[in-house]
């Protein structure tokens, strides 16, 4: 208390000396620009200054003012006065500016086109570059006022801000001009920030940011005088989607904050607003509501995207659960910010996520609905304070600084020297590396990791191309560890060409390859942008180098020279299981088809359960990494995510959340405590997927039934699955057989992992499932999946054969001589992202 009341009166003193209104922040670098204008301006309790000034430098060789009448200017916070004037350049021009502190700033960019006598500003088309980067390339102000704000990191004593007209003809301008250092904790890399693969992004405190979106939800706009970096907050009424779910509300309360949660991260204001359930959705729809809010945005750009957060609406802590999308990814699921601010209401805190362009469309969802875990008495509610949308914007500039003429003929001759002598080095590199790639062939591998075997021992296994470009191996471990060379992977793949791309996923794309001796096989590349890289790649060759079953997919080989990191698998015929079901077109599967792949993948994931000394959690159990092959044999591909399982004194392994959203284990997700429950639940998922043949997550559906877990299990909990099942099978699906698949699913299914069958029982009750579906008549006395606990040890070890009801462990752990090498493929088509 006695430190709050020392930050009180701190406050106010900065409030009596700086008289700047609420600011307890000051900029080491502060420059105020009114551009084009022969006096000061006052906006506030700030100056902009006349834009000759000595404390920075306009160098142009042809600029000139113009100016309009007040009246003419739209509506802007206060600030219409700043818009009357603008500096104009018909050549390229820059302003220097000294800076005193090195590190994050914030450079505004005021613009408001006009007509003033034979310049007319509504036709300018220009670029706004740094020494750095390009903040705007080729740019057209709209006919409106706009403020274009980046943060970025200056690391020189001074800033050069260029303006370059992209054409002869056209001309470049700006009204005012805004430079101020801000903390540098702003925006900093930390374990905290969300990436939709559910691993921490790094690299965002080097990264230039330009502000697409800053809304305070609530209904209610902050005016820059209200903010200690004077930032615009624009209220989210336009954006919500639908007002009839939502509810402004206002806490006239004191606003506590977490430690991090500075007022240069976001005024009281915006914590103290929110927009929330309103009362006719917490009421009337339940937990099928949500709070969408839409924007747009440019589809080949990441963004950075920050919540702001605190509960203003609960009267007691954890009474407040709810789930925080982008787009289709959960941000965060069954957020309770009690457990955030020491069970501290009206606490500000924020949720940092990025979203990468691969991820990106030209609409960004932003969605807020009630958690699945509260108690009953309790009302679902959902709430957001604050948004920020950030583009971010590393690229290097590639337009001119210094505001040097591009008619210049000196410049011509010199860029024309440089040009001409940075052709001859390039020629004179290539001879080079042709020259010495002769006399010393290149054997490289990549510098981020050395090779390895599944000991986890350097092995000097290779797969190096034959005169017949087969594979060979040599080493005495080779069989953990097989080796292609990056020049046989490039052969195959006819140099990684785009028209044999049949598959896209998390890790990279997917190419349809053919080897030398006709066989035919699948190369999954990584991407260096994916953030799914060198953990997934150890992983699975690790995982894929030890085990073999004729139910997991067979790893050939992979590549990691050059950096790059491949994995090669045998083609499988029939694809996905996913692409199977639904989207893409193909013939429809019959019920027995259906179950029968069911079995083969319940057979898999059971053996990696109980297959090994320690349990194999496989972590990402969904449609799109179970493969067919010709005879329609299911097997589970995809250990990029994969976990060993808990040690024999343990019951769980505590590891960060992984997974596919609409698959992924609520237990798990709220606990981070993962077993191999959750792959149980996971493929409960899978099998209603697989009877109602269609998406685990589809927006576009009314509310209810989005989530597909949520929707089969209010009919399964009616007695009523039938009504969901896929039109295609419905009616040959015996009832007896359909109530044991969907007993089996409900289990799956279960909140709790203690509740859930292992997948030792799943597998029973599916064969028995097809037993039903198979026998002229049911047989009402044949055990109920209600009692599988006591089926447990009948059935902890299940043949991995196709046609033997139950052998023993030595069977299941030898099963590896009917592995088929000639049909195993991962990932075939676009699968979710984690």
């Known amino acids: 208390m006695a430190i709050r009341k020392i930050q009180v009166s701190i406050l106010i003193l900065a409030i009596t000396v700086i008289s700047c209104g609420h600011c307890s922040f000051t900029p080491t670098d502060h420059y105020l620009i009114d551009c084009g204008s022969l006096n000061d301006t006052t906006i506030g309790n700030r100056v902009f200054q006349a834009d000759d000034s000595v404390s920075w430098t306009l160098k142009s060789s042809s600029n000139n003012l113009a100016n309009i009448s007040e009246n003419m200017v739209p509506s802007y916070y206060g600030m219409e006065q700043l818009f009357q004037n603008a500096r104009v350049f018909t050549e390229p021009a820059s302003y220097t500016f000294q800076i005193r502190k090195h590190g994050r700033h914030f450079i505004r960019l005021y613009f408001f086109p006009f007509v003033y006598k ?439 080989g992979y590549c990691d020279e050059k950096n790059e990191m491949i994995l090669v698998y045998e083609y499988m015929e029939n694809g996905t299981l996913k692409s199977h079901l639904y989207g893409s077109g193909l013939p429809s599967l019959s019920w027995k088809q259906r179950l029968e792949i069911c079995i083969g993948s319940a057979r898999g994931l059971h053996y990696l359960h109980t297959g090994q000394a320690m349990a194999v959690i496989h972590r990402d159990v969904k449609s799109a990494n179970i493969l067919l092959d010709e005879n329609l044999l299911a097997k589970v591909a995809d250990f990029g995510l994969s976990k060993t399982g808990p040690e024999l004194d343990q019951t769980h392994v505590s590891t960060a959340v992984k997974g596919s959203f609409g698959y992924l284990d609520p237990e798990y997700y709220r606990r981070q405590q993962l077993t191999e429950k959750s792959d149980v639940y996971s493929f409960g998922v899978v099998l209603l997927e697989v009877l109602c043949a269609r998406p685990v997550i589809n927006p576009t559906l009314p509310r209810e039934m989005v989530n597909l877990a949520e929707w089969g299990m209010k009919w399964q909990m009616k007695g009523e699955l039938e009504q969901v099942a896929d039109v295609r099978i419905a009616r040959s699906i015996k009832p007896e057989s359909l109530r044991k698949f969907g007993l089996t699913i409900e289990k799956c299914l279960a909140d709790s992992g203690a509740e859930r069958p292992s997948m030792g029982d799943v597998l029973w009750n599916l064969e028995y499932v097809l037993q039903l579906q198979e026998a002229d008549g049911g047989d009402s006395e044949i055990n109920s999946i209600n009692r599988i606990p006591e089926l447990a040890p009948q059935v902890g070890n299940i043949s991995t054969m196709e046609n033997t009801p139950v052998v023993d462990d030595s069977t299941l752990l030898n099963d590896v001589t009917e592995t088929s090498m000639s049909k195993v493929f991962s990932q075939l088509i676009k699968s979710e992202g984690r």
């Open 118 to 556: 034979s310049y007319n500003l509504t036709a300018a088309s220009f670029s706004v570059l740094t020494q750095d980067i390009t903040l705007l390339n080729d740019f057209r102000p709209p006919l409106n006022v706009i403020v274009k704000e980046f943060s970025l990191i200056i690391s020189s004593d001074t800033l050069s801000l260029s303006f370059a007209p992209s054409t002869n003809m056209s001309i470049a301008f700006v009204n005012a001009i805004e430079i101020m250092s801000v903390p540098d904790n702003l925006t900093v890399d930390d374990e905290s920030i969300i990436h939709p693969v559910r691993t921490s992004y790094q690299g965002l405190s080097g990264q230039a940011l330009e502000t697409i979106y800053r809304i305070n939800m609530g209904n209610q706009s902050v005016w820059p005088d209200d903010d200690t970096l004077w930032r615009f907050w624009e209220n989210d009424q336009k954006y919500l989607i639908s007002k009839t779910l939502s509810q402004p509300f206002s806490y006239r309360g004191q606003i506590s904050r977490n430690d991090g949660v500075s007022e240069e991260i976001a005024p009281d204001i915006v914590y103290a607003t929110a927009t929330e359930l309103s009362d006719f959705a917490q009421t009337t729809l339940s937990y099928s509501v949500n709070i969408t809010w839409q924007f747009n945005v440019d589809a080949k750009s990441s963004y950075f995207i920050r919540f702001h957060f605190c509960d203003i609406v609960s009267d007691a802590a954890s009474s407040l659960l709810f789930n925080v999308y982008v787009n289709t990814w959960l941000a965060d699921g069954n957020l309770d910010l009690s457990e955030r601010t020491f069970r501290r209401l009206a606490t500000a805190v924020f949720l940092d996520f990025v979203l990468e362009a691969d991820d990106v469309s030209d609409i960004l969802s932003i969605k807020v609905s009630p958690g699945n875990a509260l108690h009953g008495d309790e009302t679902p509610n959902a709430i957001l304070n604050g948004l920020e949308i950030m583009k971010i914007n590393g690229s290097p500039s590639s337009g001119q600084t210094s505001g040097t003429p591009t008619g210049s003929n000196k410049n011509f001759k010199i860029i024309l020297g440089s040009s001409l002598g940075a052709i001859a080095v390039i020629i004179i590199a290539v001879v080079l590396f042709f020259i010495l790639r002769k006399k010393r062939p290149a054997k490289q591998y990549s510098k981020t990791w050395v090779p390895f075997s599944a000991t986890g021992l350097t092995s000097h296994s290779t797969i190096t191309g034959t005169s017949n470009g087969i594979p060979s191996m040599d080493g005495q471990n080779g069989n953990l560890g097989y080796r292609f060379s990056f020049i046989a992977v490039q052969e195959a793949t006819n140099n990684f060409d785009e028209n044999l791309v049949i598959g896209v996923g998390g890790f990279g794309k997917v190419y349809k390859a053919v080897l030398r001796d006709e066989t035919k096989v699948a190369v999954k590349r990584g991407n260096p942008k994916s953030q799914q890289g060198l953990n997934e790649f150890r992983t699975e060759i690790e995982l894929l180098s030890r085990l073999r079953h004729r139910h997991l997919v067979s790893l050939i």
